[in-house]
């Protein structure tokens, strides 16, 4: 199995013209849809969070529980673009399941990042599957029942953290993805 060097920059200078531009589009979308999930969390975690701890932000609550309804839906949306250009561009790489399968590929510096960024993004669905789905809206039902409560401020902060984690796993990925690409492993 090939391994790409570093310098090699794909194999998209040995592609066809029409094959090379659904790869440069499909590497697009893949950035386009990681910024917009990375971006959006952030917005959510560095400016409507902050404001909602304000004084006199009695609005606050529905404001959280509509945006976080609403960027959930870009999110998920984000996720599938992630996936379906990722296995692309990992496909256009010359990677494929079989390369998965391939002791001598997984021991590779390229192999084992390629493997732990499959395997963190499977943790961020996991983490934002009980985020959205799940600890978010208990929170934000606690919230508008309960708004004082202990139980409420802890399911709360679990919500947030596991948030604030899936922030993280999310630059980490981008990390990755550079790596991978730009080489440095």
Do not use: A, Q
């Given at each position: 199995m090939h391994e790409p060097e570093l310098g090699d920059g794909l194999e998209a200078a040995r592609l066809s013209g029409a094959l090379r531009g659904l790869y440069l589009a499909s590497v697009w979308l893949h950035i386009v849809a990681a910024t917009t999930w990375v971006g959006g969390m952030l917005f959510l975690t560095l400016v409507v969070v902050p404001w909602l701890r304000g004084p006199g932000r009695a609005t606050g609550i529905a404001l959280l529980r509509d945006t976080g309804r609403r960027f959930r839906s870009i999110a998920w949306i984000c996720f599938g673009v992630?996936?379906?250009?990722?296995l692309f561009n990992l496909?256009?790489?010359g990677v494929s399941f079989a390369s998965l399968l391939d002791a001598n590929w997984r021991a590779s510096p390229f192999g084992q990042a390629v493997l732990l960024k499959l395997g963190l993004f499977a943790l961020v669905l996991l983490l934002s599957g009980l985020h959205d789905f799940v600890l978010g809206p208990r929170a934000a039902r606690s919230l508008e029942d309960e708004p004082g409560s202990a139980a409420t401020?802890?399911?709360?902060r679990r919500a947030s953290w596991m948030g604030r984690l899936n922030l993280l796993l999310g630059l980490a990925l981008i990390l990755l993805g550079v790596t991978i690409v730009r080489g440095g492993l």
């Open positions: 992630i996936l379906v250009t990722g496909s256009m790489r401020l802890g399911m709360r």
